[in-house]
């Protein structure tokens, strides 16, 4: 466990959703301790999580991915929400849907350590049965994505 203020440190921040989502989004005096840096930083956020980096002013005119609750609460932030699992924008990606969040992590895992280890964690976890088929669904979703990131690579520290 670690304060709020250390995620300005780490090198992945991954924001998941919650009940309270918009409670801390409109608590100024929180959203002040939340620093983060897309420069150096792989940041993705799930659900609700994804009004966290779009008030930041992270996400900007791009879209976003969130799940069906919390899309109209986002699209008030000035978000434009789209109809799909995931997308990423160079280092910050948001996914939609509580099981979207193995693309979430096949992401951010691709983009810090390269895609073989996504690959590698995705066939680890995946169902027994069903361990070829997911890992190709899920790289297949991220894939287009990591392209852009490599272009934007962020400062990791390894």
Known sequence: QQPLEFASQADVV????????REVVSDAKLMTR??????????????SGALIPAKLGLIGDLPVCTDVT???????????VIDAPFVAH?????????????YLSAWAIA?????????????YVAPVGEKAETVARV????????????????????
């Not at 919390?70 to 434009?80: A, H, L, Q």
């Not at 280890?117 to 066939?123: H, L, P, S, T």
């Not at 790289?139 to 390894?158: H, T």
Request: net charge positive.
């Open 14 to 21: 991954l924001i998941g959703s919650g009940v309270r989502t």
């Open 34 to 47: 939340i620093v983060l840096d897309p420069a150096r930083q792989i940041i993705g956020a799930q659900c």
């Open 70 to 80: 919390s899309k109209p609460w986002v699209i008030e932030t000035g978000v434009r």
């Open 90 to 102: 160079g280092p910050v990606a948001t996914a939609g849907g509580c099981m979207a969040a193995h």
């Open 111 to 123: 983009v810090g350590a390269g895609e073989a280890a996504a690959r590698n964690v995705i066939d």
């Open 139 to 158: 790289m297949s979703v991220v894939a287009p994505f990591l392209a852009q990131a490599a272009k934007e690579k962020v400062a990791i520290r390894y």
